[in-house]
């Protein structure tokens, strides 16, 4: 069955960066997006990027440009995002999630989610 | 893409029907996707395509709309429909709107 499985809760001081993982297991890692949506406490989805299934090229929400990153190993079929000057904002908790198919934005398989913690 | 969720909060009674509306800004010709979310846990997809079903989603559900209009409506409401349902469109981005909490009146 397809599973998406992140890395543990994190707690970061302002200013440092994160790395979440994502490992992908039960289908076919290279065929499908992965996506990075992540909720702030007692708030709605946001969505901070994407990357590709073949050459892991990347694209990213604009509010998140230029201290975002999205990697994936495909040896280990995980996908990593990274987010660099944390700031209070930045607390809430990160979800991968798998695009539906090739060419439909919907992601279908969730991760079961990532806390992050930006405090001094 | 600005995606506008309508009634921010819905009451509705166990067994009736709830209508859920979803605005987009510009049109997202039938690129658009309902979640549900219950607190804890991930979102959960119901549709795509506006009105494909996702596996394993009941039938009580339904998806319709296209362009800028867009209808979640779940018939014969159960006790697990109560959570928060959130559109998100994927034809310009990937926005999401600010969610609906559906809560048992």
């Known amino acids: 069955q397809v599973q998406l499985v992140q890395s543990g809760a994190e707690v970061k001081e302002p200013g440092a960066s994160v790395k979440v993982s994502c490992k992908a297991s039960g289908y076919i890692f290279t065929s499908y997006y992965i996506h990075w949506v992540r909720q702030a406490p007692g708030q709605g989805l946001e969505w901070m990027g994407r990357i590709n299934r073949d050459n892991g090229g990347a694209i990213y929400a604009p509010e998140f440009q230029g201290r975002i990153s999205m990697t994936k190993d495909t040896s280990l079929s995980t996908v990593y995002m990274q987010l660099s000057s944390l700031g209070s904002g930045d607390t809430a908790v990160y979800f991968c999630?798998?695009?539906?198919?090739f060419g439909v934005g919907a992601t279908d398989y969730w991760g079961q989610g990532t806390l992050v913690t930006v405090s001094s | 893409t600005v995606l506008t969720q309508s009634p921010a909060t819905l009451s509705v009674s166990p067994g009736e029907r709830a209508t859920l509306s979803c605005r987009a800004s510009?049109?997202?010709?039938?690129?658009l996707a309902w979640y549900q979310q219950i607190p804890g846990q991930p979102p959960r997809l119901l549709f795509y395509e506006a009105s494909t079903r996702a596996t394993g989603i009941p039938a009580r559900f339904s998806g319709s709309g296209s362009g800028t209009e867009f209808t979640l409506t779940i018939n014969s409401l159960q006790s697990e429909d109560f959570a928060v349902y959130y559109c998100?469109?994927?034809?310009?981005?990937?926005?999401f709107g600010q969610g609906t909490k559906l809560e048992i009146k």
């Open positions: 999630a798998r695009e539906v198919r």
């Open positions: 998100q469109e994927y034809n310009n981005g990937y926005t």
């Open positions: 510009q049109s997202v010709k039938s690129d």
